[in-house]
């Protein structure tokens, strides 16, 4: 059904759909039984270093290199030659102290320099409806802005991994379409004191420009489809959600139709319900049971609430059903991308 290169054993398998498949395990047990250079991407975010621990699980600060650099070993032996993993993974604070943690850029130098990853590039996501944190330096005090950007990084094994701009171009700004209609009246080709040679070709049309590395996405989802149905289910939806224009800027970038997506932390499983919806092969791993199976409700959308529930009672009793993807008659991947819009989340460029 799924078409995958590699077998998962059944106990594993909560639920499947036509292009991938939900399991519930430690991931770095399946990460350690996957084959040699078989996926395109591992997208994800694990559980940040957090102070507090979290009813979903989250490393120690101290302990947290040395935790995720396991997964990143076997992730990369994993990954195709020109195979991608984006990790998004978010800031903290130092215990009682206002001052950073370092663990996120020590992750990413311990990629680099001890298991063999480029930095392709880094990203950062901005999600302006962040609540203001930490409390104490942030609103008590008032002695620190809030905290807003997560870190996302663009790791490869190659120089040159699979990628194409042209398949996450923005809308260009009014000031952009006039100088479209109208190069000469606008801009006159010039070397400018930087040095750069700006030419007549600065007046092409390109069908969208190249969005920066900067992603403006909120994080707001209070009348999504699975939020809904988790509270009509009185069943707790998994508390750290990524926003679905995150992943879906990275599997249009990175990959092509038919690849293989991998998330190692997959909590609701957005990653691998967007992979859906883009025409991906996807395996989404969750350690949590109850997550895992609450995850399938996301394919559930248009379904009424009785056949809702039907459903993941089959789950629940270990029969890995077939979840129907379809939405009012139509596959997903007929369906726009859950309204996701590149301009609602790249910052316009000229």
Known sequence: ??????????YKQVYKTRKGMQICEDSLETLRALPDESIDLIMTS???????????????????VQWLSEFGKEAIRTLKPKGSFVLDIGGAYQRGRPVRSLYNFRVLLDFCD????????????YNPSKLPSPIEWVNKRKIRVKDAVNTVWWFSKTDYPKADVTNVLTPYSERMKALLRNPEKFYQPKERPSGHDISKGFGKDNNGAIPPNLLQISN?????????????LDKPAHPARFPQALPDFFIRFLTEPNDIVLDIFSGSNTTGYTAELLGRRWV????????AILSAVRFMEGWDLDHIKETLIEIEKNNAPIVDRLVNDQPLNKIKSSSVKLEDFCLSQE
């Open 220 to 232: 707001t989802e209070s009348t999504s489809h699975y939020l809904r149905t988790c509270k009509n």
């Open 284 to 291: 989404s791993i969750e350690i949590d049971k109850a997550y």
């Open 114 to 125: 001890n298991i063999g990853y480029r930095l392709a590039q880094e990203f950062f996501w």
């Open 46 to 64: 694990p559980p940040f270093a957090l102070l507090r621990q979290k009813k979903y699980g989250n490393e120690k600060q101290d302990d947290y």
């Open 1 to 10: 059904m799924n078409n995958l290169p590699f077998e998962i054993p059944e």
